[in-house]
């Protein structure tokens, strides 16, 4: 493997305005491999992007990042994942200009929302977790970490911030540590430290909080319907704790919160929330994702090319898996919106330079690649499945 280049073509200013907003997306690709032929995976690949398999997909397009899932086919085991992430970075460092590496992404909460199976060690939810207390918590992040890092994942979007408040909610429940914020700010925050410790970004969710709703955003329209001052007291602490640890990155919830914005744009693509709250109230400078773009509540907001832009002008950054075959047309809408002034060049240049930011910080541009034979003996080791039992132990 060749990685000579790296570190040496992260200019945001040599870049054109195509690769910049490239640069903007996460996306899911299909298959095992990053070459892969297997039928099923290339006709998803080209139904999404016109291209069969990922190294096709970064050849063209140069996405900022890859998010793997199990019902993509990116994850069979610990080995096979490690040649995935490593031959996704030699893709990108083979193209003739800006080699830039991709931050390579999944979900790894524990419980029901955890892409990577055994032998990955197992840990149960953060609700459950949380009854073994904050030190328990901070030492399951960073077992979590030291294994999705050995697979050459960098980022993970965890931990929940939504406090647990709602009977009726479909979607959180024990995602959430706590029904009471300040124990939940206390596990956000350990779990952040943890995350951080084992060099893997953790991703703070659902901003402004998903846990007082029974709608679950990947089937439909949840709205927030309480005060802002209630907002401060419920939903606030634990992302403030997350900005307090230093948490790198936030994301997005789809939430409409008349509250927060009278116009009731979701959060995604509120400019008061996401810049005016986010960023000038809270002062976070860190990198803002968007939550699954092709998830109902945003497609019921609005047209699925149009969501990328609109988020990117209410200050997001990071623009997470589009909708259906709707990337290629979304990077012309933006281009088209800064050609046309709807949104500025500098807009897109602060977006790239955090993304940049975030990438030199995780190591990429240090060296992309990992051991396969590291991943083989770090993940589901003896030393963590062991931590794994003690844990359990202490909660069941």
Known sequence: MTHGNVGQMNNVSSMTLEEKIAQLFVLRVHGATADTAEPESVERNRAAYGVSNAAELIATYQPGGIIYFRDSGNVHNPVQIAKLSNDIQQAALDRP?????????????????????????????????????????????????????????????????????????????????????????????????????????????????????????????????????????LDLPPFKAALEAGVDVVMTGHLIFPELDPARSIATTSYPIVTGLLRHELGFDGVVVTDGLGMSAARMAHDITEAPLRALQAGVDQLLTPADDSFPVAIKTIRRAVEDGELSAERIDESVERIMRLKRKAGLFDDPMVSTDRAAHVIGSREHQEAARRLIGTVT
Not at 114 to 120: C, E, K, L, Q, W
Not at 190 to 198: A, E, L, M
Not at 201 to 227: E, Y
């Open 97 to 233: 200009s800006n080699q830039i590496p991709l931050l390579i992404a999944t979900d790894q909460e524990g419980g029901r929302v955890a892409r990577m199976s055994p032998p990955a060690t197992w840990f149960p939810s953060a609700h459950t977790v949380a009854s073994a207390g904050a030190d328990s918590a901070r030492r399951v992040a960073a077992i979590m970490g030291r294994e999705l890092r050995a697979m050459g994942i960098r980022q993970n979007y965890a931990p929940v911030a939504d406090v647990n408040v709602n009977p009726e909610n479909p979607v959180i429940g024990e995602r959430s540590f706590a029904s009471d914020p300040d124990t939940a700010a206390v596990l956000v925050r350990s779990q952040v430290h943890g995350f951080q410790d084992s060099g893997v970004i953790p991703t703070v969710k659902h901003f402004p909080g998903h846990g007082d709703t029974s709608v679950d955003t990947h089937t439909g329209q949840a709205v927030i319907t309480h005060s802002r001052e209630r907002w401060e007291q």
